[in-house]
Nanobody
Framework: QVQLVESGGGLVQAGGSLRLSCAAS????????MGWFRQGPGKEREFVAT????????YYRESVKGRFIISRDNAKNTVYLQMNSLKPEDTAVYYC?????????????????WGQGTQVTVSS
């Protein structure tokens, strides 16, 4: 089992950047593929990005490609989401998730463990 804690959210102007962190404790994070999801006001939770256990595999939703970068440091049991060129539509609670099954996951049903979320607000 793994516990996940996100940090790094906040208020930023459009065009700005934030870096989210997800610290894992318990079983080492290298045992899991990891993902970032988000849920905006009145919206369903949606996939943002995923990274493989080794960090070599990455995949993004189309709307964040070229702006967001997912990475991981297994020695620190931490996953990151660097968010650049932020837009008001990126405003959401961002969640970190861990997947115990083999391979990356692209849907929230693919993940077993979730953090509590961190708010990201982008002002226009």
């Amino acid at each position: 089992q793994v516990q996940l804690v996100e940090s790094g959210g906040g208020l930023v102007q459009a065009g700005g950047s934030l870096r989210l962190s997800c610290a894992a404790s318990g079983r080492t994070s290298s045992s899991y593929a990891m993902g970032w999801f988000r849920q905006g006001p009145g919206k369903e939770r949606e996939f943002v990005a995923t990274i493989s256990r080794s960090g070599t595999g990455k995949y993004y939703r189309e709307s964040v490609k070229g702006r967001f970068i997912i990475s991981r440091d297994n020695a620190k049991n931490t996953v990151y989401l660097q968010m650049n060129s932020l837009k008001p539509e990126d405003t959401a609670v961002y969640y970190c998730a861990a997947r115990s099954n083999y391979g990356m996951g692209y849907d929230h049903h693919d993940y077993n463990y979730w953090g509590q979320g961190t708010q990201v607000t982008v002002s226009s």
